[in-house]
């Protein structure tokens, strides 16, 4: 059973203190099997890649099917039905649209000291995504982190993708397509992280690696951050819903669902003002759990991690959703703009009950890699700027120089750092000659 | 001697290869420490600061003397000279100025699926910046990593800073004050970072902790990585200056020494497509080597990975310097603004002779926390940027989820996930009856 919490009770602190504390991913300790297929990888390049995915994905292949060849692509790709190709196409142009409303744009100004000032973005030269296999092989987030990339500007971006037994996903194919992703690798785990971040003879390495992946993922872009970038590293979904006493409880308790259906430590999360309503989300989520495919992982989630919060009104369910901090916030209220002003920390948020969570994981447009484990509190979702970044510009005239010269070199010789001093003052002195 | 490199040798490439491979620091094996030291912090809480101060900065703190108190503060503060002051408040003011045009827009808008899209920004709500102590404690420092954060909108702002026998650096605190820090710890190491991710019985726990140290505090940072956010893990500084024949010798070695003074694993480069400026520029480092006070450290950075390469032409020196993606690059040159834009990786471009990177580390207004060994192909520096986050916002009306509800179906069963169909489905059919 999930737990059933009222904010007004008096051990509800504790209670509430107990679920945000709670862990809900033991990662077995891969670290060191992980640096061993990166040293591995780094050593012997194609002939590593090749071992470990014939041991792993139990397939045979030569630095010449590392990559999958164009007219594979096409071949496999005919395979798609046609409205999963529209659905995919129509997905692609949305999350399009809203990220090309994410580029920063450059600044150069001259201050009143004559100084001339600014910054410049510029994209990173080549990017790496990681895509899971079997199950969890979503061409959906090929989508959500190819597109930003190309949206940046990204020259080269290259996807590793496993295929155990041989068996491709057409889908992930088509997506990476329409994303226009330039290269894919038949190749997963530790190993393909490795070969994206120190490249072999057939893979040229990259500068940025995203993508999610299982443990062994995880702790191989933990290893190469430095030498790359990362983005964040996921851990289990998460939603929270708040809703008041006209909620839909069969909608609620599907959207819940749809967080738990991912993995057994997902968590999804009620916060209401309506005891009425608690109580029939929490029948309604029962019932759906009997018709599900995926009741097994679901039920556990919800029994394991579920909550429903009743407080007296809605300031105290957006105060405690704000130390949550959640991954996915659905507001199903009267007035969900205005309650929406009240929350500090939640990496989307889906407004009013017309806005399921699912439609943000496929066609809404915004990011489906969010930030998870309440970083929230200071982390955002993947987005164009993960593939750009800042060069900072200063051009100072002789007045400029004049002007804050003098406190620089004041500032240099209290840090005593005499050379930076001297290379100010050896200016200022021409100046003055 | 540093390294003299020639780009039309023959052997040009294998060299320049092994100077970006070239390994600048060898932090010792601090991770077990550093582990111990956080999970004592966790347990013992302020009792593991106070004895940790005691061992390794020879210092008894009580939990009430583990913070700055304000008439201390202003009594250190009292003894810094006019001059200082001064020149702490230009920076500051200019620091200020440059970051505020950082502050990014919140965007809302309606799509013509009649979707309400957009984002929010908020900044984070406790921040720590390390300090590190002795002779690295830098009030500038402090006015980069702060001001950032406090023009970012953050409401609580913690320093760490050791106090080696109790002695404080009175500009730090000045600086502090300047930028509007609310809090001063006297501790430092990795306990000051466990203290900043964890909370104790005095110390409030922060989401985001940023600012330089040693390899404790480094190690410490990467270990609370995820429980908060943490700024980029710094290197040895950089400088890359790109230089033409009418160059002023004098100024450019003063230059790549402002960079070498720093640490022996700094690093100085030039480029110059003239021999003569070459051969001028290194007799200048040696005579002013001479007379330096931190010489000691200088030369041996300037010897052990200081490097001098003249090219045919200035494109070549911009191609060059992409690949070493230098942490600071000067461009002494006729025409500044005509070569950076052959720039693609770089943290900060100086422009023109009359500026010195050394106006950068002070004044100049961007701030000088910027990306290290090579980092900059991927990453930017500090700014109000990494105080802040984005939530996305998605707004559905029963139309937009007529019009774009039913792909999000189609995906979500090709991707099995059927509650997340189910969700979508639910509200169509109500639209439908």
Redesign the interface.
Known sequence: MPVFLNASDDNFETAFAELLGAKREDSPDVDDIVAGIIADVRARGDAALIDLTAKFDRLQLTPQTLRFSKSEIEALIAEVPG??R???E??AD?IR??HE?QM?ED?Y?T?ESG???G??W?P??AAGLYVPGG?AS???SVLMNAIPAKVAGVERLAIVVPTPDGVANP?VLLAAQIAGVDEIYRIGGAQAVAALAYGTETIPPV??ITGPGNAFVAAAKRRVF?K??IDM?AGPSEILVIADGDG?P??IA??L??Q???DESAQSILITDSPVLAEAVTTAVER?LET???RAI?AASWRDYGAVIVVDDLDRAAALSNRVAPEHLELCVAD??AL?EK?????????????????????????HV??T?R???????L?V?DFV??????????A??RA?????E???N???????????R??LT?LNE
Do not use: C
């Open positions: 409205d999963e529209d659905a995919l129509l997905a949305r649209a809203y409303r920063p600044a100004w201050d100084a001339e000032l910054w410049r510029t990173v030269s199950l979503y061409p959906s889908l500068d940025k430095g790359v970038g590293i839909n069969d909608w599907l959207d669902l749809s738990a259906e991912h759906h599900l495919e995926r679901a969900p703009d929406a929350i500090t920390h939640a990496g989307a948020i889906f407004l009013g009950g017309w806005t399921p969570e699912a439609i943000g994981d496929y066609v809404g447009g915004p990011n969010l930030p484990a970083s929230a509190r200071f982390s955002s979702g987005s700027m970044k800042r060069t900072t510009l200063a051009k100072m005239t002789p400029a120089l804050i010269g003098p406190s620089a004041t500032l240099a209290s840090e005593s750092l005499q050379a930076h001093g001297l290379s100010v050896a200016r021409h």
